[in-house]
Each structure stands twice: as structure tokens, then as C-alpha cells.
């Protein structure tokens, strides 16, 4: 449980970080709920301006399918970044996502199931 939860957290640091470098939002909303299926994360940065091609890029680096057998060794791998390279882990790592951008609201929502 508990090294699941690290993995839970990796996650929010990971797209805090980049969202926080790449789009300076004004205003962040983090929310993460546990449930019997896993953990439900939910991110919300306001005033942000976002192509559609950036939205694009960020779907397609968070669309990769989870792989749990890969995740541990790569995520070891992973450090503080400033771009959005690590978000193909953060992918690796999640069973779900979805990113919505509408007037200057960037919101990523990511589920990951227990192991």
C-alpha cells in the first residue's frame, strides 16, 4: 500500500511540474480520491494559453497504455523536469486519462487501478 501510494504521488509531482514550467498557470487545483478501484487524480490550472497543437502533444505523451511490468524500472529513471518528456512515464503508470482545455482551463484527469 504504501509503495503504491509513492506511485500515486510521483504522478502529481510529475504533471504539476511540467504544467507548472510549461503553461505558468495563475490558479492550480490538485484533487485526488481514493477509491475501492484505485486513485482518481484531477488537475486543474487557469490561465493558461494552450495551442491546439500542445494539446495534442500532451494527449498523445499521456494516451500510452499502462504497463505495470515497465513501470518501476523506468520510473527510477525518471528525475525533475522541465518539459514534458516525463509524461510518457506518467502514462506508463496510469490505467486512464483524459485532457480538456476550454477558455484558458487546462484539466487533466488520470486513474490509476490498485495493483
Known amino acids: 500500500m504504501k509503495h ?3 506511485k500515486v504521488l ?3 509531482d510529475e504533471v504539476m511540474t511540467v504544467c507548472m514550467y510549461k503553461y505558468e498557470p495563475t490558479k492550480t487545483y490538485f484533487t485526488t480520491e481514493k477509491c475501492k478501484s484505485g486513485y482518481e487524480l484531477l488537475f486543474r490550472f487557469e ?3 494552450v495551442s491546439e497543437q500542445e494539446i495534442k502533444e500532451l494527449r498523445d ?3 500510452a497504455e499502462r504497463n505495470p511490468e515497465l513501470e518501476d524500472y523506468y520510473w ?3 528525475g525533475e523536469v522541465e ?3 516525463e509524461l510518457y512515464l506518467v502514462a506508463l503508470m496510469s490505467d486512464l486519462s ?3 482545455y476550454d477558455e484558458q482551463v ?3 484527469h488520470l486513474s490509476r487501478k490498485a495493483d
Do not use: F
Open 106 to 108: 487546462l484539466s487533466i
Open 98 to 100: 483524459e485532457v480538456c
Open 76 to 78: 527510477q529513471l525518471a
Open 10 to 12: 510521483k504522478i502529481a
Open 4 to 6: 503504491e501510494l509513492k
Open 47 to 49: 490561465n493558461v494559453d
Open 61 to 63: 505523451k499521456l494516451s
Open 83 to 85: 518539459n514534458s518528456n
